[in-house]
């Protein structure tokens, strides 16, 4: 606060605006009449507010994060998203505090993403970011920019003329063809639980989220199909229960029919069970399964048999290659099956599954294929007397 007394009767009100990182804070001054110090606070408290005006201010960086994220959750958006979001803006609000949201410049963004990239101990992060991380940090931020933009409160967004650091595609482990006969055989040397979980990521698709949100009652035994509904995730000690990840995941998933076997046998069996209160999938102690112990589970499963070290996501990705080796399937077939929003995501994430030149020379083969097969048939034919 600024008043300076010019006397008993007269002071003048001093609102400064903008950052001080920057240097180019604004003075606003006005000589005002009072009758004493309180009256001089309430005038004091209005022209700061008149400032505010004046100048367009959006507050602080910090408010802004606070303000989009805040608007995302009256939007709907989910609840482990949000969580997402919050321990991004916890950094962010703590690199850039006390920063104007009108003064931040993409300098200062980039001396983020350094900082970010080399580890910053002092702010309480001691190992480097990846640049999946990163990418999440300068998105919210430009998320919140743009929704400020949009609202005509600012004009222009810092993080337009940043550079993010490029982010390598992970190598994903996915089960050959040579594999697969092993990794079916191992099967039998783990829990009913288990082993349904890995079919279920395997043999349809499934994320890992989605099948520890299955209940028995999903599963229709007459058709053979499992109904993706909800999605099951763990955070700070307490099970989210929520919706699917897009609209095209909520689906119906065909289930073969060795499959579903398994799940029969399993839910069967958890029915003669006093202690298991009906969840599709457990652990030990009969408590549901956790997204954390079944990441473990899959981990030791493979070293244990001297498999390759596929995740559960790894067994989803190794249900796409499958499809896609038999040649039996287009690219909207396999997509639809997996519950992705779009093609376009099914062709970023399997580029190398539908390379143009495999594409055409599959074709190509199955074209002389068919020829072959007609004129061996044709060849085959009695001649006629």
């Not at 022209?47 to 005006?53: I, P, Q, S, Y």
């Not at 490029?166 to 050959?176: E, N, Y």
Request: net charge positive.
């Amino acid at each position: 606060m600024a008043i300076e007394y010019l006397s008993k009767k007269r002071a003048k009100l001093v609102v400064s605006v903008g950052s001080a990182s920057k240097g180019t804070r604004r003075r606003y001054t006005k000589i005002i009449d009072i009758t004493g110090k309180k009256n001089a606070k309430d005038q004091y408290d209005d022209f700061v507010k008149e400032v505010k005006d004046l100048a367009g201010d959006v507050g602080t960086v910090a408010d802004l994060l606070d303000e989009y994220i805040e608007m995302q959750r009256l939007k709907g958006l989910k609840e482990t998203t949000l969580t997402g979001y919050k321990s991004y803006a916890k950094r962010l609000k703590s690199r850039f505090k006390g920063i104007n949201a009108r003064d931040l410049t993409p300098y200062q963004i980039e001396k983020f993403i350094t900082s970010a990239m080399k580890g910053d101990p002092k702010a309480g992060y001691p190992k480097k970011s990846s640049p999946k991380t990163i990418k999440g940090y300068i998105s919210l931020l430009s998320s919140a920019y743009k929704m400020a933009v949009r609202s005509k409160a600012l004009s222009y967004n810092p993080c337009d003329s940043v550079e993010i650091p490029k982010q390598k595609k992970p190598d994903i482990t996915v089960l050959t063809k040579e594999d697969l006969p092993a990794f079916i055989s191992a099967l039998e040397d783990t829990t009913p639980d288990l082993k349904v979980c890995f079919e279920l990521a395997l043999f349809c698709g499934l994320r890992r989220s989605e099948i520890l949100g299955l209940k028995n009652e999903d599963f229709n035994l007459t058709w053979k199909t499992v109904s993706i509904t909800r999605t099951r995730h763990r955070k700070d000690r307490q099970d989210i229960i929520q919706d699917t990840k897009t609209e095209r995941s909520r689906r119906i998933v065909a289930v073969p029919e060795f499959v579903m076997d398994d799940v029969v046998a399993l839910i069967k069996l958890h029915e003669e069970d006093p202690y298991i209160e009906n969840p599709f999938l457990i652990q030990y102690a009969a408590e549901p399964m956790r997204p954390d112990y079944a990441k473990r589970a899959i981990k030791d499963f493979t070293r244990e048999h001297d498999l390759p070290d596929v995740t559960l996501h790894g067994l989803r990705h190794s249900y796409a290659t499958m499809l896609n080796a038999s040649g039996q399937f287009d690219i909207a077939e396999i997509s639809a099956a997996l519950g992705h929003s779009t093609i376009g995501t099914t062709l970023n994430i399997y580029t190398h599954l539908w390379d143009s030149s495999t594409n055409a020379s599959r074709r190509i083969a199955d074209y002389l294929q068919k020829g072959h097969q007609k004129g061996t048939s044709e060849n085959e034919k009695p001649l006629k007397r």
